[in-house]
């Protein structure tokens, strides 16, 4: 320890006030605080003692409740991988390590990506580098399917960054959610390598086995509704059968981005989230909430079969439990209100429903449903304010 | 019967040593000082006196220039040894060099019969000049009261709930004829609105048989003993109401004042903290130097000496003079050391209101914390949510609050409550954020807009 601490003492008289680096200091401290609490103490008068917990140890948090998703879409991309190729007999192991050698290079270029151009603004403004960008590196990978090229997820990585978090002034000052704002500018910008049937299973130099799609069960669902056929009882035909029973979904077996799929490990995550305190269980809870009220909605008024897929189907399908539970709780772009926090939820679920159902060009709903709630945050949290601030004035004037 | 309130927000920090009922000789200081800086609200101290003259204990020292009437005097008698000022020849500490046996003024005595004939005009006079009155604190804003003010109601915390905050009813130990006397003139001040408010276990002897008061009960965690925290539960301030508050101690000091004709400076203070050897009560008098009242008491490591709780006391060091608020001090170890990977790693020691990775401390939450003064973390923006609403038990968002303070917004403050709070009410607020912002200056920035808007 006193090795690296005289490492970074040997480098400070260079990039201290003054000195030919000093644009680089708050580099220089952003690198040291990672490595060591730093030794501030509180002022001679407020609070004489702080918390033990700082945003680096939040966003931290947020990162362990990640891992248990990261790991099982390494291990899924190499499953779908060998199911999609007709090898039957591949392992564990070789699953997980094929999976990661397509993921590890995307995670790899969104943090290599995103901490430069952090890294850049924190040089020119010189306010300290912040902690969001840590957590935001790991969850663009993960709403990213694993055939995406590495230089639309830097361009992808750059635009969100700049265009979400830093135009506004850096993490607690952006509105949208900064990993969906990079989703959002490839699915806009490069449509073709991040929708559509092909993207989600990574085939490699491999043909796939006869009969195979690659479609997931929304875009069954979209299909199905445009022929006027009837979807749950298609899916028998699937070339992989079982692939979209419940439990297989719930579990997340299935094609997708890589770090969506398993509504499991979301809810894991969810757990980590919601003990610690880190994420709000009301926003996660609410955006179920409203998807399968929404779900329901549509079964009453079913007038094809995708609307008539049973409103628990939402759940487990697509990115909503990992939306939910990973992007809707982000605590700068959400509603601030507790009671807010139950409208933007439940918002965030109806919307991604009438997305999935009712909106053709767009199989899938809650990464803008999230943002469009997002942008609406601020408006329910007026209310919810203005609300608080008539019932005060009425209790003060009793 | 008195009325109980159950509040469930807030956090009690489980801070080590605290002092054990005992109270320990000591010799008392030479030197002690009075600071103007104690009182908020001041327009501008006026010196009354100069380096070398003679004070009694109850002479006055200096007047502010906001209501000249009130007195602010010397707690004990001596010789005005220096006077510091600071930038613009503002007053910073007033020190006196005492006397080994303290010389009293002597204010008018008053029988029994003579205080129930005093007028609301002749308690305020006797009050004022008499050195009491700069312990008069009105809300909003907690600034000095103001003795041309009528308040609906005088409210005092007769429990602090702070951490290692010392035992009130210690504190009054012997003294509940002229609490009862000092009740008695409150209630010229104010006729049946005297609050008293206690904790929720039985009522201590000093409190048990007063008289025209109105007792309420509090239960809850920290915050619960803060006197703001109280009205905001028994009757919300808005802009047009005007209380007083008062602690208790003074509240003694006016019953000794009238029936002795002295003012009585002295009090007992805990000696409290985890670098102090024996945690105890010591008998001294306001203003005292620290170095006296620890005097070897203390382990031998770099230490910061905290005059008042570690909340929203202030860092005064061993050579520092005790505020006139006060009754507790408190010596905590310095954290200017970096940890590596302390961000990081787990820990059962450190305490947090957050359960965030690695912080075991809420598994043990009544074991005893041994804290240092290091923020542990650096300053950010506002970032996580719900936090402060959890631990401040008033119907107010703290988030809102502060950030149309941030942002001078004084429409959005006053309806958002900034009449209510002062800084102590939201030191919580400040010790759990993850953002490691200055909640307690923020606070003060809005009420002194408020106040001058």
Redesign the interface.
């Given at each position: 320890m006193k090795l690296l601490q005289n490492l970074f003492d040997s480098i400070k008289p260079h990039v201290e006030k003054g000195a030919k680096y000093e644009k680089l200091h708050t580099l220089y401290e952003g690198h040291r605080t990672i490595f060591f609490k730093p030794s501030l103490t509180t002022g001679p008068t407020g609070v004489q003692v702080k918390d033990a917990a700082d945003l680096k140890r939040v966003m931290f948090t947020v990162i362990v409740a990640l891992i248990p998703c990261l790991l099982f879409g390494m291990w899924n991309v190499g499953h779908q991988h060998f199911l999609a190729t007709g090898v039957v007999d591949a392992t564990f192991i070789s699953k997980f390590l094929l999976g990661a050698g397509q993921v590890l290079p995307i995670l790899i270029v969104s943090y290599g990506v995103g901490l430069g151009v952090e890294f850049t603004f924190c040089v020119i403004r010189n306010h300290p580098i912040e902690e969001g960008f840590l957590v935001t590196g790991i969850l663009i990978p993960l709403v990213m399917p694993a055939t995406i090229p590495l230089w639309q997820v830097a361009m992808a990585t750059a635009f969100g960054v700049f265009i979400a978090k830093e135009v506004f002034g850096g993490t607690g000052m952006n509105i949208l959610n900064v990993a969906l704002t990079s989703r959002a500018f490839l699915y806009f910008a490069y449509p073709s390598q991040i929708a559509g049937d092909m993207v989600w299973t990574y085939l490699g130099d491999q043909v796939a086995v006869d009969g195979f799609s690659g479609a997931t069960l929304l875009s069954y669902g979209a299909a199905a509704a445009a022929n006027g056929t009837e979807m749950m009882a298609g899916l028998g035909g699937h070339w992989y059968a079982g692939m979209f029973d419940f439990w297989n979904l719930f579990l997340g077996v299935i094609p997708g981005s890589i770090g969506e799929t398993s509504v499991l490990m979301c809810l894991i995550g969810a757990t980590i989230l919601v003990l610690t305190g880190v994420g709000s269980w009301k926003i996660i809870l609410s955006v179920f909430g409203g998807a399968w009220v929404m779900g329901m909605i549509y079964n009453l008024a079913g007038t094809n079969s995708f609307m008539l897929m049973p409103a628990h189907y939402h759940l487990v399908v697509g990115g909503l439990a990992f939306g939910a539970v990973f992007m809707a709780t982000d605590p700068v772009s959400a509603a601030q209100t507790e009671t807010g926090k139950w409208i933007y939820g439940f918002m965030i679920g109806v919307l991604t429903v009438i997305i999935r159902i009712s909106n053709p060009a767009y199989p899938e709903g809650i990464m803008l449903a999230i943002l469009f709630m997002n942008v609406f945050a601020p408006l329910i949290d007026y209310y919810v304010v203005e609300a608080h601030k008539k019932r005060r004035l009425k209790r003060a004037t009793i | 019967m008195p009325q109980t309130f159950h509040l469930k927000k807030g956090f009690n920090?489980p801070?080590a040593g605290r002092a054990l009922l005992s109270e320990h000789e000591i010799s008392q200081p030479d030197s002690f000082a009075v600071k103007p800086s104690d009182f908020k609200g001041l327009v501008q101290p006026k010196l009354l006196v100069s380096v070398g003259e003679n004070v009694k204990a109850g002479d006055p020292l200096f007047f502010d220039k906001g209501s000249e009437e009130v007195l602010f005097v010397a707690p004990v008698s001596g010789e005005i040894s220096e006077i510091i000022r600071g930038e613009r020849r503002k007053i910073i500490e007033i020190r006196i060099l005492a006397d080994k046996e303290i010389d009293y003024k002597a204010f008018q005595k008053q029988t029994k019969t003579d205080i129930n004939n005093l007028t609301r005009a002749e308690a305020i006079a006797a009050l004022t000049a008499g050195g009491i009155w700069p312990s008069f604190i009105q809300r909003p804003f907690g600034v000095l009261a103001n003795p041309s003010d009528e308040p609906s109601a005088i409210y005092i915390s007769a429990f602090d709930s702070n951490?290692c905050a010392p035992d009130m009813a210690y504190l009054l130990r012997g003294k509940e004829g002229v609490f009862q006397l000092g009740i008695a003139i409150l209630n010229k001040l104010a006729k049946g609105n005297i609050h008293v408010n206690l904790d929720s276990s039985e009522i201590p002897s000093v409190f048990s048989s007063l008289e025209e008061v109105n007792i309420n009960k509090f239960s809850g965690p920290h915050p619960a003993g803060n006197v703001g925290v109280q009205i905001h539960h028994i009757k919300?301030?808005?802009k047009n109401?005007k209380v007083w508050t008062i602690d208790p101690l003074s509240v003694a000091r006016i019953g000794t004042l009238f029936m002795e004709g002295i003012y009585d400076a002295s009090k007992l203070v805990a000696i409290t903290g985890s670098e102090i050897i024996h945690p105890h009560y010591v008998k001294t008098y306001s203003g005292a130097c620290l170095d006296k009242l620890v005097a070897e008491n203390f382990k031998k490591t770099n230490a910061?000496f905290?005059s008042g709780n570690?909340?929203?006391?202030?860092?005064v060091g061993v050579r520092g003079y005790l505020g006139h608020f006060h009754n507790q001090i408190?010596v905590?170890p310095?954290?200017?050391?970096?940890?590596?990977?302390?961000?990081?790693l787990p820990?059962f020691e450190?305490?947090?209101?957050?359960?965030?990775?690695?912080?075991f401390?809420f598994l043990i939450p009544k074991k005893e914390k041994v804290?240092?003064?290091?923020?542990?973390?650096?300053?950010?923006?506002?970032?996580?949510?719900?936090?402060f609403?959890k631990i401040l038990p008033m119907?107010?968002?703290p988030?809102?609050l502060f950030k149309s303070i941030i942002s001078n917004d004084y429409d959005e403050m006053e309806?958002?409550?900034i009449y209510e709070v002062i800084?102590e009410d939201v030191?919580l607020c400040?010790?759990?954020?993850?953002?490691?912002n200055?909640?307690?200056?923020i606070v003060r920035e809005g009420i002194e807009l408020i106040r001058n808007s």
């Open positions: - | 920090i801070l951490p919300p301030i808005g109401d910061r905290i570690v909340l929203s006391g202030e860092n408190a905590i310095e954290g200017d050391e970096e940890e590596f990977l302390g961000w990081m820990s450190k305490l947090s209101f957050h359960k965030a990775f690695g912080l401390s804290l240092d003064t290091n923020t542990n973390g650096e300053q950010r923006n506002f970032t996580i949510s719900g936090a609403e119907d107010i968002l988030t809102y309806a958002l409550g800084e030191a400040e010790y759990i954020d993850v953002s490691k200055d909640i307690q200056a």
